[in-house]
C-alpha cells in the first residue's frame, strides 16, 4: 500500500510512505534486525511493528517497492504489500491459518511430553527400560513440534543472526543431543535405570542423566505460549477489524426509479440508495427522502439514535432504526469517515513510545548477550566445580528462560487494544507519542464555540419596554410575532434563532409584505401594516428613533411605527453536558481556561455556567496560537480543545489537540486525539484513556525487564530446572498480552 505524504504529515513532501506485510517474525528480536536492515538503505526510514507484523516504510522515489521487499527477503523474512480486505462470511472471518497450525502442533506435544514430564518427575511411575518410552515420545515433540524453531534458528543463522528461535532450538537440541548421547554411549540406557527431579541444576553423573523431559516440555510450553500470544494478538486488534468490518456488503442503488441491489464497492458519489429499517446505512450521505432515527453507537460510542430528516447528514457504518430512508452518496470508499477513523487507528497502532525505543535497542542485542551468558555459564560451572551435569543444566536453563518477546509485545499490544477500544468509544488516538503529552498535561484550554457551547444561536431573552420609549408598550407576544415574521425572511444566523423562537411560543408568523436587508446594522419591513425595524441601535437611530441603552452584546432592538418596542436577547447555548466535563477535567488535575473570539461579558457567562475561572475573551482567530504558546512560555503544558478552522494552529501548537469529530477536517488533522462524538465530556474520557494504555506499557515494559534481569541470574547460578524455566519464558509474554487485554473493559 504505498501513498504520498500528506502536507499536514510530518514527513518531506518528495517521499512515499509504504506499508509492508513482513512474514516469518516470531519475536521482537525479528522486527529488530528487519527494521535495522531496512533503515540502512539510502533514503530509507522503517517502523517494524512485531505484534501487526507490519512494516511501515518511508522512503525516497527512488527506491522502489521491490527493492524494499528484496532486503526483507535477504534478511530471512517474507515481504508483501497487503491485499485490500475482501468481505468474508462470519465464520471464516473466524478461520486463522496460524492459529490452527499453532492449535494442532500444540495438542500432538502436550499429549506426547505428558507422560514423558510425568515419568521424569514421579520416579515411583518409572519402569524397567521406560527411558526408552520417553525417547519415543519425546522425539516427535523435539523434531516436529519444535520445527517452527529449528526452521527459523536455521534461517537466521544462514543471515548470521540469531534470534529467539536460537535460543530454544539450540536449548531443546542441546537437552536431546545430550540425552541420545546418555542412551545410546552412557549409562542411561541400561535396565532399571532411575531418574530423579530437581527444580534446580541437576548433579548427577553425567553419563545416566537424561533431559527428554526438558527438551519436550521446553517445546511444548513455548508452543503454548505461542498460541495463546497468537490469540491474544488477534483479541487485541479486534476492535479495530470491528471497525473495518462495520460498513455494509451491498446496498440497494436507485437506477431509474428501480431499486437495485450491488456490492458496496460499486457505489459511486451522488448515487441514490435506499436504506430500510434494521438496515447499515451503505456509505457517507446527505438524506434526501424520509425521516428516521439512526443508531451511531457502534461508530461513536453514543447511545441515543440521531433524528434524521431530508436535509441531514449520516454516516456508513449506522444503523437505520425506523423509518425507510433515501440518501444521496457524496463520500465512498477510502474517503467515508468510517474508513479515515479506521486509517487513523490503524497508522496509530503502526507507531512506537518512546519507551519501547530503550526495549526496542536491548532487543537488537539481547540473544547474542545471552548465548554469551550461556556459554560463561557453561564455563564457570566447569571451572568451579567440574560437574559436567549441572553445568550443562545451569547452561541450558539460560537459554530457555530469556524471553525478548515480552519487551517486543509490551508497548504494541497495549497500543493496539487501547486506540481499539477508544475508536469504540469515539475517541481516536493519532499515535503512541500522544501518550506521552497527556501523561504531562495541567491545563486544558476549551474553545467555547461549538465546544463548550453548541454553537448555535438561540433566543435567549425578551424585554417589552414602555414609558418614555412608546405611549403604548407592545405585550410580548405581539413583539416577538412581528420581530419573527421579519426575521424569517433573513438567513443571518441571529435572525434564524429570533425567528425560531418566535415560531416557537406565538405558532403561526404573518408573512411581511416588503423585506429589506440593511448589512450590518438589520432589517426593516412591512408587516401586518405597520413598518417594523429589527436590529442594532444604529438601524433605529439612522431612522430617528431613540434605542435604549443596553450592556447586552447579544441584545438585537425591535421597534415599529417610529417607536422603540422591545429588546430581544439572542446568545449561543451551554451544551447540556459542559459543566460536567469541565469538573470530570479538573478531576484529572486539568486546569480549565476558556478561550473565544466573543466579547468578554458572554465568555464569563458562560464559564461561571460551566465552572472555569479563567477566561481570555476576545481573541481573533490568528491570535488563538499565539495564546497557545504564551501559556506554554509560562511553564504550563496545553491540551487544546477546539473544532473549527480557526482552531487548527492552536492545536497544532499545543502539547496535546484535542478535535472534536464534529468540526472541521482542517482541526482534526492538527490534533492528536480526535473525539468523534462532539461532546466535551469525551475529552475527559479521551485522556483518561490515553494514561491508562501509557500506563499498561509502563507495566508491561516494567514487568518485562525485571522478569529478564531476575530470571538469567537464578538460571546462571543453577536454581532454576530448565523446564520451568521454559515454563515460564512462555507465560511471561501471556502476561504481557493478558495485561494489554484489560484495556477493553476501559469504560
Known amino acids: 500500500?504505498?501513498?504520498?505524504?500528506?502536507?499536514?504529515?510530518?514527513?518531506?513532501?518528495?517521499?512515499?510512505?509504504?506499508?509492508?506485510?513482513?512474514?516469518?517474525?516470531?519475536?521482537?528480536?525479528?522486527?529488530?534486525?528487519?527494521?535495522?536492515?531496512?533503515?540502512r538503505m539510502d533514503g530509507v526510514t522503517a517502523t517494524v511493528n512485531y505484534a501487526t507484523e507490519k512494516a511501515y516504510v518511508e522512503h525516497a522515489p527512488d527506491v522502489g517497492v521491490d527493492a524494499l521487499i528484496a532486503t526483507v527477503v535477504k534478511t530471512g523474512y517474507t515481504a508483501e504489500e497487503p491485499l485490500p480486505p475482501e468481505p468474508e462470511e462470519p465464520e471464516e472471518a473466524e478461520e486463522d491459518p496460524e492459529l490452527a497450525s499453532l492449535r494442532q502442533r500444540l495438542t500432538v506435544s502436550a499429549l506426547l511430553s505428558a507422560p514423558v514430564v510425568l515419568l521424569a518427575m514421579v520416579p515411583s511411575l518409572q519402569f524397567d527400560d521406560w527411558q526408552w518410552l520417553s525417547?519415543?515420545?519425546?522425539?516427535?515433540?523435539?523434531?516436529?513440534?519444535?520445527?517452527?524453531?529449528?526452521?527459523?534458528?536455521?534461517?537466521?543463522?544462514?543471515?548470521?543472526?540469531?534470534?529467539?528461535?536460537?535460543l530454544v532450538s539450540v536449548g531443546t537440541l542441546a537437552a536431546y543431543g545430550w540425552s541420545l548421547w546418555a542412551l545410546f554411549l552412557g549409562d542411561a540406557g541400561m535396565p532399571g535405570m532411575r531418574h530423579g527431579f530437581d527444580l534446580t541444576a541437576d548433579r548427577a553423573h553425567a553419563s545416566s542423566s537424561i533431559y527428554l523431559e526438558v527438551a519436550a516440555g521446553v517445546v511444548t510450553f513455548i508452543l503454548l505460549g505461542r498460541y495463546l500470544e497468537a490469540r491474544a494478538k488477534r483479541k487485541a486488534g479486534t476492535a479495530l477489524r470491528a471497525l473495518m468490518e462495520l460498513g455494509a456488503k451491498d446496498v440497494a442503488v436507485l437506477r431509474e426509479g428501480r431499486e437495485v441491489r450491488v456490492p458496496v464497492g460499486e457505489l459511486r458519489t451522488g448515487d441514490l440508495f435506499v436504506v430500510r429499517p434494521g438496515e447499515k446505512i451503505a456509505t457517507d450521505g446527505t438524506v434526501t427522502e424520509g425521516a428516521s432515527a439512526v443508531d451511531a453507537s457502534l461508530l461513536t460510542g453514543e447511545s441515543l439514535p440521531l433524528d434524521v430528516t431530508p436535509g441531514s447528514?449520516?454516516?456508513?457504518?449506522?444503523?437505520?432504526?425506523?423509518?425507510?430512508?433515501?440518501?444521496?452518496?457524496?463520500?465512498?470508499?477510502?474517503?467515508?469517515?468510517?474508513?479515515?477513523?479506521?486509517?487513523?487507528?490503524?497508522?496509530?497502532?503502526?507507531?512506537?513510545?518512546?519507551?519501547?525505543?530503550?526495549?526496542?535497542r536491548i532487543s537488537a542485542v539481547f540473544v547474542p548477550v545471552v548465548l554469551l551468558i550461556a556459554l560463561g555459564t557453561l564455563v564457570t560451572w566447569l571451572l568451579l566445580t567440574d560437574d559436567v551435569t549441572a553445568a550443562f543444566t545451569a547452561a541450558?536453563?539460560?537459554?530457555?528462560?530469556?524471553?525478548?518477546?515480552?519487551?517486543?509485545?509490551?508497548?504494541?499490544?497495549?497500543?493496539?487494544?487501547?486506540?481499539?477500544?477508544?475508536?469504540?468509544?469515539?475517541?481516536?488516538?493519532?499515535?503512541?507519542?500522544?501518550?506521552?503529552?497527556?501523561?504531562?498535561?495541567?491545563t486544558v484550554v476549551l474553545d467555547k464555540t461549538g465546544t463548550v457551547t453548541t454553537g448555535r444561536m438561540r433566543l435567549t431573552g425578551v424585554h417589552v419596554h414602555g414609558g418614555r420609549y412608546g405611549t403604548d408598550p407592545a405585550d410580548e407576544t405581539e413583539l416577538l410575532r412581528l420581530a419573527g415574521a421579519l426575521e424569517h425572511s433573513s438567513e443571518h444566523p441571529v435572525?434564524?434563532?429570533?425567528?425560531?423562537?418566535?415560531?416557537?411560543?406565538?405558532?403561526?408568523?404573518?408573512?411581511?409584505?416588503?423585506?429589506?436587508?440593511?448589512?450590518?446594522?438589520?432589517?426593516?419591513?412591512?408587516?401586518?401594516?405597520?413598518?417594523?425595524?429589527?436590529?442594532?441601535a444604529a438601524l433605529l437611530e439612522a431612522e430617528g428613533i431613540e434605542a435604549p441603552a443596553t450592556t447586552e452584546p447579544g441584545a438585537v432592538h425591535v421597534a415599529w411605527d417610529g417607536v422603540a418596542r422591545g429588546t430581544l436577547t439572542v446568545a449561543d447555548t451551554v451544551k447540556d453536558t459542559s459543566a460536567e466535563a469541565v469538573a470530570r477535567l479538573r478531576a484529572l488535575g486539568l486546569r480549565p481556561v476558556l478561550l473565544t473570539g466573543d466579547h468578554r461579558a458572554v465568555a464569563e457567562a458562560v464559564a461561571a455556567e460551566v465552572g472555569i475561572?479563567?477566561?481570555?475573551?476576545?481573541?481573533?482567530?490568528?491570535?488563538?496560537?499565539?495564546?497557545?504558546?504564551?501559556?506554554?512560555?509560562?511553564?504550563?503544558?496545553?491540551?487544546?480543545?477546539?473544532?473549527?478552522?480557526?482552531?487548527?494552529?492552536?492545536?497544532?501548537?499545543?502539547?496535546?489537540?484535542?478535535?472534536?469529530?464534529?468540526?472541521?477536517?482542517?482541526?482534526?488533522?492538527?490534533?492528536?486525539?480526535?473525539?468523534?462524538?462532539?461532546?466535551?465530556?469525551?475529552a475527559a474520557d479521551a485522556i483518561r484513556l490515553a494514561r491508562r494504555t501509557l500506563a499498561t506499557i509502563r507495566?508491561?515494559?516494567?514487568?518485562?525487564?525485571?522478569?529478564?534481569?531476575?530470571?538469567?541470574?537464578?538460571?546462571?547460578?543453577?536454581?532454576?530446572?530448565?523446564?520451568?524455566?521454559?515454563?515460564?519464558?512462555?507465560?511471561?509474554?501471556?502476561?504481557?498480552?493478558?495485561?494489554?487485554?484489560?484495556?477493553r473493559r476501559f469504560t
Open 313 to 360: 447528514t449520516v454516516t456508513g457504518g449506522c444503523v437505520n432504526v425506523s423509518g425507510r430512508l433515501v440518501v444521496e452518496a457524496t463520500q465512498v470508499g477510502a474517503d467515508t469517515r468510517l474508513a479515515r477513523i479506521a486509517k487513523l487507528v490503524e497508522d496509530a497502532q503502526s507507531g512506537k513510545a518512546e519507551v519501547q525505543r530503550l526495549a526496542d
Open 135 to 166: 525417547l519415543t515420545l519425546a522425539s516427535p515433540v523435539v523434531v516436529w513440534g519444535g520445527l517452527p524453531f529449528h526452521r527459523a534458528a536455521w534461517t537466521n543463522l544462514r543471515h548470521g543472526a540469531a534470534t529467539m528461535d536460537t
Open 613 to 682: 475561572d479563567e477566561v481570555i475573551a476576545e481573541v481573533l482567530p490568528e491570535e488563538k496560537a499565539e495564546v497557545i504558546r504564551r501559556l506554554r512560555a509560562e511553564g504550563r503544558t496545553v491540551a487544546m480543545v477546539g473544532d473549527g478552522v480557526n482552531d487548527a494552529a492552536a492545536l497544532a501548537g499545543a502539547d496535546l489537540g484535542l478535535a472534536m469529530g464534529t468540526g472541521t477536517d482542517a482541526a482534526i488533522e492538527a490534533s492528536d486525539l480526535t473525539l468523534v462524538r462532539g461532546d466535551l465530556r469525551v
Open 495 to 536: 435572525a434564524r434563532a429570533i425567528a425560531a423562537g418566535a415560531a416557537e411560543r406565538c405558532g403561526e408568523l404573518p408573512t411581511p409584505k416588503t423585506f429589506e436587508n440593511a448589512p450590518g446594522l438589520g432589517v426593516r419591513g412591512s408587516v401586518d401594516g405597520r413598518l417594523v425595524l429589527v436590529g442594532r
Open 1 to 39: 500500500m504505498v501513498r504520498p505524504c500528506s502536507p499536514l504529515e510530518p514527513h518531506m513532501p518528495s517521499t512515499t510512505v509504504t506499508e509492508l506485510t513482513i512474514g516469518g517474525m516470531t519475536c521482537a528480536s525479528c522486527a529488530a534486525r528487519v527494521e535495522k536492515k531496512l533503515n
Open 699 to 743: 507495566g508491561n515494559l516494567g514487568w518485562a525487564f525485571g522478569y529478564n534481569l531476575a530470571a538469567l541470574p537464578l538460571a546462571a547460578a543453577g536454581l532454576l530446572n530448565p523446564m520451568i524455566a521454559g515454563l515460564a519464558m512462555a507465560f511471561s509474554s501471556v502476561f504481557v498480552v493478558s495485561n494489554s487485554l484489560r484495556l
Open 396 to 442: 541450558v536453563a539460560v537459554l530457555i528462560i530469556a524471553c525478548p518477546c515480552a519487551l517486543g509485545l509490551a508497548t504494541p499490544t497495549a497500543l493496539m487494544v487501547g486506540t481499539g477500544r477508544g475508536a469504540q468509544l469515539g475517541i481516536l488516538i493519532k499515535g503512541p507519542e500522544v501518550l506521552e503529552s497527556t501523561r504531562r498535561v495541567d
